[in-house]
Every structure is written in C-alpha cells, then in structure tokens.
C-alpha cells in the first residue's frame, strides 16, 4: 500500500503468490492409513489428456511431472530437491520432507508417490503459476486451465462426457496405504474463483473489438441482447457463440413503457428477441435481463407471467457504471474491481454488468488483466445456472 495525495492506494498483483504462501504454511497434515484414492482424467484447456490425477478425500492431486510437461513448465532437480518453473515464478518441492520453497518462504506441502509418480495438490499450479482449476464431481474431472481455452466447464463436460466416464477406472477406487492430508471441504463442481462477465444493449458496432479483446486473454462473458441489434450484426451473433460465449435476451425496444407496458409485454419481447437470436445463429436461450435491472418494475405479476414461461432471470450485483462515465475509464476500471473484491470477501460469485459499447474497449483489456492475475476464470451463464436477481427468483 503506498500514499498518493493523501489517499490510500492498494498495489494490485502478487497477492495470489503470497495467499499460496499462507495457505501452505497454514495447511494441517495428519497421519492417516489406508486413505481411498480415486484416478480421474485431467484436462487441459479444450483437451481430454491422457494424464491421471487422483483424488484423496477431497484434495486433488496430479502427477507433478506429466502435468508439469503438458503445462509446458520447466522441471529439473533430484528426485530429493524438484525445481518447477515458469515465465515469472518458480517452486521448489521437496518430497522428503513434505516441504516447499516458495520465494524465501519454506512451507509445509503434502506429497506421495503414486505408481512411481510423484502427487503433488493441483492447488500448487494455481498458487504458484495461476492456472485455473477446476473439478466437476458427475464425471469426474479434474481441469486446468491456462486462459486459453474456449468452452467453459460445462461445455467441455458435455462434450467429452463419454470420454471422461470411460477414464474413470471403470468408476472403482482403490484402497493405498499413503499418508493423506487432514480432508478439506468438498470442493465445487466449478472454477475455484469463477466470476461471470455481462454485457448488455448489445450487439453493436463494437461487438467484434470485444471479442477480440475475450479471446486474447481466453475469458468469456453472457451477451444480454437486443432483437433488433442481433438482426443487425447476426455474424456478430454466430461468432460470440461459437467462441464458447453465451447468449441471452434483453428484450426488443429498450423502452420502459413498452417492455413494462403489461406483462403480456415483457413476455411478447422476450419471446421476439429469442426468435430473432434462433434466425440469426439457429439457437435459442432461456437466460434473461430484463430493460433497467428486474426491480422496481419487474413485479410479481410480470415474473410470473414470464418465468412461467421457461426464461430464467438474471440481474448483476456488481455495476460497472460504465454507461454513468464513459469517459472516465480509470473509474469504471477502479469501481469494477473493488466491488469484486466486496463479492469475493463476502464469499459471492460476482456478476458483473457492462455494456457492448464503445467505451468498455478502454476499461475491459486492464480489467481481464487483473482479475486473471487474481486466480480469476471467466464463465459463461448456462441455461441451468442457478439464478442471480435481486428479487432473489430462483425459477
């Protein structure tokens, strides 16, 4: 932190490497006999790989260094003293004495050696070298991520489902006299630190910048669009959802006394947009945002005439304001980032609100880049994601 015109100022960056550090130092590890072990396929981005991680209670483990290999880290040393390196950081493993060096910092860091292959937690990757992990327990899978990818968890279970059920060990366990750490809590069938980017009045002139701007740091977003706008700029359409993004609907008019003019109107929007999404790239959504945000005028009456209906409604719970400053981008970049930071404190996955404008061409390449230094993965809202509005609707 230094000071700047009197104001704090917090320096962002390399506090994930120092988290890791304090979470190893802090982490218990029991004696333990006769722990079951399961193997599991491993991902990598898009791919099924042919590694086997291996899951211990509820820690995930990979074998250091196939996986290390495959994440295209360096690894030299002894069987007694492992050095993994990246670009920028590096860490030191030391299997005999279940230790780490991390920087100047040695902790405690469970190890066991598997078929000849030294298991070091999957967590390590993503403390050390900020890849995303992520685990999804109806397979299961274990998948790391390097920014790169393009389908998001779901997508990528669904795809490759038969191929990640097959490499399962035939669903058995089996029983392995190792020493296991203390069991944490089970883990999410998600990114460890997930958040999804929302962009509405879309699309535009400026949909294609954006994406560009997505895929050059391998981040996602939900598009929340116009009817008129997807007729308009439909390769825009095709392109965003064949790139792994997802599509949703906000209606036709944008006009508050027309959406909001009945219920039946609300639904008659929507309804449109969802025929003008399926014309122009042959799908359709049930993911919703109504004009203005759900409250005050997205009432019971109107949710359950549209709800009904099959839609699920989403709000945001951090607003980037960037249609209130267009102009200042520094603000809207500072705004977005401290409200994530009140979400991720509060244990909430954030949503955050933008626009397909212009402006977010400025604030979006300095926001990805910060949130992705942070452990950050950028999902996609799936049809079957549970519902985050500020009527608290979970239909």
């Known amino acids: 932190m230094k ?140 998948r790391i991520t390097s920014g790169k990818q393009k389908l998001s968890l779901q997508s990528f279970v669904d795809q490759n489902r038969a191929a990640l059920s097959a490499g399962v060990n035939g669903g058995k366990t089996e029983q392995k006299p190792q020493t296991q750490p203390k069991p944490q809590k089970p883990q999410k069938p998600t990114s460890s630190k997930p958040i999804y980017l929302t962009f509405d009045d879309g699309p535009t002139a400026h949909t294609n910048e954006l994406l560009d701007i997505l895929d050059q740091y391998g981040a996602h977003g939900t598009f929340f669009m116009l009817g008129p706008g997807i007729s308009a700029y439909p390769k825009s359409v095709q392109r965003l959802v064949k790139e792994g993004n997802a599509a949703g609907l906000h209606g036709m008019t944008h006009v508050k006394s027309k959406f909001y003019a009945s219920p039946a109107s609300a639904l008659r929007e929507m309804t449109q947009d969802n025929d003008a999404l399926y014309k122009a790239a042959g799908i359709k959504t049930n993911l919703i945002r109504t004009p203005y945000g759900s409250k005050p005028y997205f009432t019971q009456k109107y949710r359950d005439k549209v709800l009904t209906s099959g839609f699920h409604l989403w709000d945001w719970n951090v607003d980037s304001e960037d249609w209130k400053y267009p102009g200042d981008h520094q603000k809207v970049i500072n705004s977005i980032l401290k409200q994530v930071d009140q979400q991720e404190r509060q244990g909430v996955v954030p949503v955050v609100l933008m626009h397909d404008q212009k402006a977010t061409l400025k604030v979006l390449p300095q926001v990805l880049k910060t949130l992705k230094a942070e452990g950050y993965s950028f999902e996609v809202i799936e049809q079957n994601t549970k519902p985050v509005n500020f009527w608290h609707d979970k239909r």
């Open 3 to 142: 000071e700047k015109n009197g104001k704090r100022i917090w320096k962002r960056g390399g506090l994930t490497l120092l988290a890791m550090m304090l979470v190893l130092a802090m982490m218990p590890y029991k004696q333990a006999t006769a722990e079951t072990v399961r193997k599991l396929p491993l991902g990598y981005n898009d791919e099924v790989t042919t590694i086997k991680a291996e899951q211990s209670g509820n820690t995930l483990y990979v074998p250091l260094r196939e996986t290390s290999q495959k994440l295209h880290l360096e690894v030299t040393g002894t069987t007694q003293r492992v050095v993994v390196s990246g670009s920028k950081h590096s860490v030191t493993i030391l299997p005999a004495q279940q230790a780490a060096i991390i920087g100047q910092k040695t902790s405690s860091l469970k190890t066991y050696t598997s078929e000849g292959r030294t298991m070091v937690p999957a967590s390590l990757l993503k403390g050390v070298f900020n890849f995303g992990i992520a685990y999804d327990a109806s397979v299961p899978v274990l």
